[in-house]
């Protein structure tokens, strides 16, 4: 099945800097890429959606300027954490969508574990 | 505004019985639902999906039900096994025309052995 690779899987800063979060798609052409975050015991929550040539479409309350996004080619987007702060630790997840017949499947990433000091 | 929310938090079974997950959803426009599965500390796993214009779908031990009439979805995990312990996640697609998935709060079901 198709694969989503997320990279980092864990990372540890210092309050005020930045952090870039890796998504690819490994064997699929993504035209559409999804970012969630995700709290300890919640759900997963849409941040923005990712299209690829074009600007990310935000979610009402996410600071497009806090959380850039870039959807640079078929199977990388990019998620970066700016002047990211102790509020900011999460657990953020990219998923991609490869249609297949009867599927809409979104295939998720392992997920980032992001916490700031 | 629009929402998938589970019944059940948590849910125990002992190994080898079958499981029954619940899920509810308010949008009565969603046309494609899905069942995730989260083990700690990864993202979610596709198990199964089934569109608005059937009630039933199944996989391997999994079967997925959708009552339209009542916005209810559910999953049934049958002769359940260790590695089924983990979080549970319903999700939605609102229509055609979204692309978007809504998840669920989620349920833990934990199998004892």
């Given at each position: 099945g198709a694969v989503v690779s997320q990279h980092p899987s864990r990372v540890i800063c210092k309050s005020g800097t930045s952090v870039k979060i890796e998504c690819r798609s490994l064997d699929f052409q993504a035209t559409t890429m999804f970012w969630y975050r995700q709290f300890p015991k919640q759900s997963l929550m849409l941040m923005a959606t990712s299209n690829e040539g074009s600007k990310a479409t935000y979610e009402q309350g996410v600071e497009k300027d806090k959380f850039l996004i870039n959807?640079?080619?078929?199977t990388l987007s990019t998620l970066t954490v700016t002047s990211a702060h102790p509020e900011d630790s999460s657990f953020y997840i990219c998923s991609a969508r490869d249609r297949q017949g009867y599927h809409e499947k979104l295939f998720f990433g392992s997920g980032t574990q992001l916490s700031v000091l | 505004g629009e929402s998938v929310g589970l019944h059940l938090p948590t849910l125990s079974v002992q190994e080898g019985d079958n499981s029954i997950i619940n899920c509810a959803y308010?949008?009565?426009?969603?046309?494609y639902f899905i069942w995730y599965k989260q083990e700690s500390g990864k993202g979610p796993q596709f198990i199964i999906d089934i569109r608005s214009n059937m009630d039933k779908r199944q996989g391997q031990r999994v079967t997925v039900l959708l009552n339209k009439t009542v916005k209810h979805l559910s999953l049934q995990i049958a002769a359940?096994?260790?590695?089924?312990?983990a979080v549970y996640f319903c999700a939605e697609k609102g229509?055609?025309?979204?692309e978007k998935l809504t998840f669920g709060t989620g349920t833990r079901l934990t199998i004892i052995p």
């Open positions: 959807h640079a080619s078929l | 308010s949008n009565s426009a969603s046309d359940t096994q260790p590695g089924d312990s229509s055609s025309f979204s």
